[in-house]
Every structure is written in structure tokens, then in C-alpha cells.
């Protein structure tokens, strides 16, 4: 194996294959009195449930990747920045809106101080393009920069994305689906998981969707962030919905905070209505909906359903057929094998609108709907899914007010968590809407 494959990385071997000249030869598993510690995923686990044969050890935990056990032992390379970098650097020709080019300034400036930062912007704001300087100032420092998704679908998207954009630089995508092999590149767009393969090398690292499953509150996940950025390096958090444990860090000053609040048309969040349907399972039973859920959807543009589990797809279908005879519609959800095809016929208009399950919380845009949750209070259903479920309306500059409305049997924590947390961010784009306002 080329030596550049070992940059930055833990990469497994024999624990007896003899050393190259230039590696650095790293320990697989920490041995305890009673438990052992993997190195890569930092996941403590008994000796009885790692146990191998003649007293060796294994992780459980991150297997996937590849066994990680005492019978192997890492190769390193310290990250030594052997690139060469091409002009142009930044080929996008887009423009920035006054707002986003402040918060682009912000992550630039952020990413030269290797600063710990996170950009709270609201959902349709632009996140990945206001990114766009910080990365390409940071190529020309001859840094390595990561950005890792913990959805493939993400890396998949931002890949052509980031290829048009900086067309110049080499870009690496890593995924467990994928068929091509690792190599050394500048930039690479990786899925979270794959940052455990990772050992400080990236100089600036750059998390999406940092709210997102499975990313938020996963122990390996986040020690496997900071395994791989550099000792002084730094790391840029992107979301439109905070998890707890980055308001902690914000509260006590650990981490920088840019707000924006306003999407790239310059309008607030649609604001989410909470309305009461009790029984609306009973009913369903029956191929039922509650007469005000089925008043509310006729008299709409085309949405979206969000309802809390596959199971319910089908009953909802057969009480909406009754009562939306004329419409073209479809449900939708993970392991659906038409999820893309139907997806697609949303965006081209050939559905009037389509039942989902949360799987089409993030990461789609369709013009001009509104959106729906039926059973909002639903355990399934965390605060930041709601908020971007809401984040679903009000994209279009050509309808960016949309209706969002929230059916439950009762109110719950993560329903006023969302609610409050739009309002929030609303207050905060008003001032700026106030203070961006020729009248003042």
C-alpha cells in the first residue's frame, strides 16, 4: 500500500506484519481488569463479550468497519499536507445574498482561527454555499478539509455539488456502499461513520446535518470527530436544529454560535399550528380520518402527510381515496423500492401530494406545498424532526409562506420544544428584518 494511504489514518494490520519506514505502528484495544476499550470507537465493552480465543480481545461495537482486535495493530501517518493546489481554486459562480455572505465571512474567518462553530441556520438558507469561501480559503492554506454527513443520501448530494464547485481540487467520497477504493485527496466527503477510520487529519472539519440520526448523541460518533481533526484544528457544526448537547456548548461558551435566521428569500419560518385530533387511530381503523383533518387538506395547495410509522401508510391511504377521489397521490417511506421514482414525481408535479414517513424530513424540496403531521405527539417523532419537518413549507421565493399544521391527541415535550424553538428563531429574524428595514 502507497504510503499516502496511511495520512491521517488508522488503517488495520497483522499485528505481526513487518513495519514500513515512515509508519507509525498504533495499539487496537485497551486491556482493563474487566473491560476493554477499542481505540478506534472508544466503546468500552466486557472481556466476557469481546472474548477471542487464547486470551485475545475484539471490538463488538464497530465490527462493520472491520475487526478491530489485539491480533491487529494500526499503521499511522501524521497528515504531512502534500497537495498542490490549482487556480482557480473556487469555481462556483452563484452569488450570495447580503445575509448569507455575513455568515459566509463568519465561517471563513472561523475556519482561519480553527475555531470550534456552529452555523444555526434555518432550514432553505443556503447552509451548504455560504461554506463554499471557507473551503476554498482553506485549500489555498494547503489544509485538508473534511465534511461528513451521517446520511449517505447527504454525501451523495453535496459529492456533484462540491465537484462543480471546486472542479480544480481532488475530492474523495467515502461511504459504505461504495465500490471504489480509498485514495488521498484534499477534500473528502465522507459519511460520519467513516470518520473512524480517521486520526488527526483534517485541519478543518465540517459536520452537516450534525442533528441527524445517528450522528446526535452517539459516544463514537462524536469521539470519532475529534480523533479526526488535528490537535489545533478546527471544526464547523452545520444545522438548522440544535440537539441539546451543542446548546450546552453554546450556553457555556465552548462553542461560537452564527445565526440566520432567514431563509435565502428574506421571509420567517412558516409557524407551526397545533390542533387537537382525538381518536384519529380509532377512526383510522375504520378508513377514517377526523372531518376537521380532511376539511383542512382539501381546502390546501399540494403537501405533504407525515404520519409516525409505515404501518399507517396504507390506512391512511384508504381513508383519503374516499375523499380525494380526483387527486394523484402516492405514500412513501425508507425501504420503499419506488421511494426515489415517487419522489421525483412529486418535484414534477405528477402527485398532487404524497403520505410520508419521516424519511422525507430533510434533504427534499418540493415548491409551493404545505405540510402536515398527523400524530405529531408520537414518541417517533424528536423535536429537531419536527422543526424540519415544518422546514418542508416555505421554500419557494414564489410561495414562501406555507401552512403547517401539527394533529395530536395531546401535548408533549418535543411538540413545544419545535414550536418554541421556530418562534426563537423568528424573533431573531424579525430584529434583523427590522434592522435591514429602510424605515428605521
Same mark, same amino acid.
Given at each position: 500500500?502507497?504510503?499516502?494511504?496511511?495520512?491521517?489514518?488508522?488503517?488495520?494490520?497483522?499485528?505481526?506484519?513487518?513495519?514500513?519506514?515512515?509508519?507509525?505502528?498504533?495499539?487496537?484495544?485497551?486491556?482493563?481488569?474487566?473491560?476493554?476499550?477499542?481505540?478506534?470507537?472508544n466503546?468500552?465493552?466486557e472481556?466476557?463479550l469481546?472474548?477471542?480465543?487464547?486470551g485475545?480481545?475484539y471490538?463488538?461495537h464497530?465490527?462493520?468497519?472491520g475487526?478491530?482486535?489485539?491480533?491487529n495493530?494500526?499503521?499511522?501517518?501524521?497528515?504531512?499536507?502534500?497537495?498542490?493546489v490549482?487556480?482557480p481554486?473556487?469555481?462556483?459562480?452563484g452569488?450570495?445574498?447580503?445575509?448569507?455572505q455575513?455568515?459566509?465571512?463568519?465561517?471563513?474567518q472561523?475556519m482561519a482561527?480553527?475555531?470550534?462553530?456552529?452555523?444555526?441556520?434555518?432550514?432553505?438558507?443556503?447552509?451548504?454555499?455560504?461554506?463554499?469561501?471557507g473551503?476554498a480559503?482553506?485549500i489555498?492554506r494547503?489544509?485538508?478539509?473534511?465534511?461528513?454527513?451521517p446520511?449517505?443520501?447527504?454525501?451523495?448530494?453535496?459529492?456533484?455539488r462540491?465537484?462543480?464547485a471546486f472542479?480544480n481540487c481532488?475530492?474523495?467520497?467515502?461511504?459504505?456502499?461504495?465500490e471504489?477504493?480509498?485514495?488521498y485527496?484534499?477534500?473528502?466527503?465522507?459519511?460520519?461513520?467513516?470518520?473512524?477510520r480517521f486520526?488527526?487529519?483534517?485541519?478543518?472539519?465540517?459536520?452537516?446535518?450534525?442533528?441527524?440520526?445517528?450522528?446526535a448523541?452517539n459516544?463514537?460518533?462524536?469521539?470519532?470527530?475529534?480523533?479526526?481533526?488535528?490537535?489545533?484544528?478546527?471544526?464547523?457544526?452545520?444545522?438548522?436544529?440544535?440537539?441539546d448537547?451543542?446548546?450546552?456548548?453554546?450556553?457555556?461558551?465552548?462553542?461560537?454560535?452564527n445565526?440566520?435566521?432567514?431563509r435565502?428569500?428574506?421571509h420567517?419560518?412558516?409557524?407551526?399550528?397545533?390542533?387537537?385530533?382525538f381518536g384519529?387511530?380509532?377512526?383510522?381503523?375504520?378508513?377514517?380520518?377526523?372531518?376537521?383533518?380532511?376539511?383542512q387538506?382539501?381546502?390546501?395547495?399540494?403537501?405533504?402527510?407525515?404520519v409516525?410509522?409505515?404501518?399507517?401508510?396504507a390506512l391512511v391511504k384508504?381513508?383519503?381515496?374516499h375523499?380525494f377521489?380526483?387527486?394523484?397521490?402516492?405514500?412513501?417511506?425508507?425501504s420503499?423500492?419506488?421511494r426515489?421514482?415517487?419522489?421525483?414525481?412529486?418535484?414534477?408535479?405528477d402527485?398532487?401530494?404524497?403520505?410520508?414517513?419521516?424519511i422525507?424530513?430533510?434533504? &427534499?424540496?418540493?415548491?409551493?406545498i404545505?405540510?402536515?403531521?398527523?400524530?405529531?405527539?408520537?414518541?417517533v417523532f424528536?423535536?429537531?424532526?419536527?422543526?424540519?419537518?415544518?422546514?418542508r413549507?416555505?421554500?419557494?421565493?414564489?410561495?414562501?409562506?406555507?401552512?403547517? &399544521?401539527?394533529?395530536?391527541?395531546?401535548?408533549?415535550?418535543?411538540?413545544?420544544?419545535?414550536v418554541?424553538?421556530?418562534?426563537?428563531?423568528n424573533?431573531?429574524?424579525?430584529?434583523?428584518?427590522?434592522?435591514?428595514?429602510?424605515?428605521?
Amino acid at each position: 500500500m502507497d504510503l499516502d494511504n496511511y495520512y491521517g489514518r488508522r488503517v488495520l494490520v497483522p499485528r505481526h506484519e513487518l513495519i514500513q519506514s515512515g509508519i507509525q505502528e498504533l495499539p487496537t484495544i485497551r486491556i482493563d481488569t474487566a473491560n476493554i476499550r477499542c481505540y478506534r470507537c472508544n466503546y468500552v465493552t466486557e472481556k466476557s463479550l469481546g472474548a477471542l480465543p487464547r486470551g485475545e480481545f475484539y471490538c463488538p461495537h464497530c465490527i462493520n468497519l472491520g475487526r478491530v482486535s489485539t491480533l491487529n495493530k494500526f499503521y499511522h501517518v501524521p497528515e504531512p499536507n502534500q497537495f498542490t493546489v490549482t487556480e482557480p481554486v473556487l469555481t462556483w459562480k452563484g452569488k450570495l445574498s447580503s445575509l448569507q455572505q455575513q455568515a459566509s465571512e463568519k465561517i471563513s474567518q472561523g475556519m482561519a482561527d480553527h475555531v470550534q462553530q456552529l452555523l444555526w441556520a434555518v432550514t432553505g438558507a443556503g447552509k451548504t454555499e455560504m461554506m463554499f469561501a471557507g473551503i476554498a480559503a482553506a485549500i489555498k492554506r494547503g489544509e485538508r478539509i473534511g465534511i461528513a454527513s451521517p446520511r449517505v443520501d447527504v454525501c451523495l448530494e453535496l459529492f456533484p455539488r462540491l465537484k462543480a464547485a471546486f472542479a480544480n481540487c481532488d475530492i474523495a467520497l467515502l461511504h459504505g456502499r461504495q465500490e471504489l477504493p480509498y485514495h488521498y485527496a484534499q477534500l473528502t466527503i465522507c459519511t460520519t461513520h467513516q470518520l473512524l477510520r480517521f486520526y488527526h487529519a483534517f485541519d478543518n472539519l465540517i459536520i452537516d446535518e450534525v442533528d441527524a440520526f445517528p450522528y446526535a448523541a452517539n459516544a463514537s460518533l462524536l469521539y470519532a470527530t475529534k480523533q479526526a481533526i488535528k490537535k489545533n484544528g478546527g471544526c464547523l457544526y452545520l444545522t438548522a436544529t440544535p440537539g441539546d448537547t451543542l446548546l450546552r456548548e453554546i450556553k457555556s461558551k465552548r462553542l461560537i454560535v452564527n445565526y440566520l435566521p432567514l431563509r435565502y428569500h428574506g421571509h420567517l419560518l412558516p409557524e407551526i399550528k397545533v390542533r387537537l385530533a382525538f381518536g384519529w387511530r380509532r377512526r383510522l381503523e375504520r378508513q377514517q380520518l377526523p372531518p376537521q383533518v380532511i376539511q383542512q387538506l382539501q381546502k390546501t395547495h399540494r403537501f405533504l402527510l407525515f404520519v409516525p410509522h409505515i404501518a399507517d401508510l396504507a390506512l391512511v391511504k384508504a381513508a383519503l381515496q374516499h375523499s380525494f377521489t380526483t387527486f394523484h397521490f402516492a405514500t412513501v417511506h425508507a425501504s420503499d423500492p419506488q421511494r426515489l421514482e415517487k419522489v421525483q414525481k412529486m418535484r414534477d408535479g405528477d402527485y398532487d401530494f404524497l403520505v410520508t414517513t419521516s424519511i422525507l424530513e430533510r434533504g &427534499v424540496t418540493f415548491p409551493e406545498i404545505d405540510v402536515y403531521v398527523l400524530g405529531a405527539d408520537d414518541p417517533v417523532f424528536s423535536s429537531s424532526a419536527l422543526v424540519q419537518i415544518a422546514g418542508r413549507a416555505g421554500r419557494a421565493q414564489s410561495r414562501p409562506t406555507g401552512r403547517v &399544521v401539527f394533529w395530536i391527541n395531546c401535548n408533549c415535550r418535543q411538540i413545544n420544544q419545535a414550536v418554541s424553538q421556530v418562534k426563537y428563531l423568528n424573533q431573531k429574524g424579525q430584529r434583523l428584518i427590522d434592522e435591514l428595514s429602510p424605515m428605521q
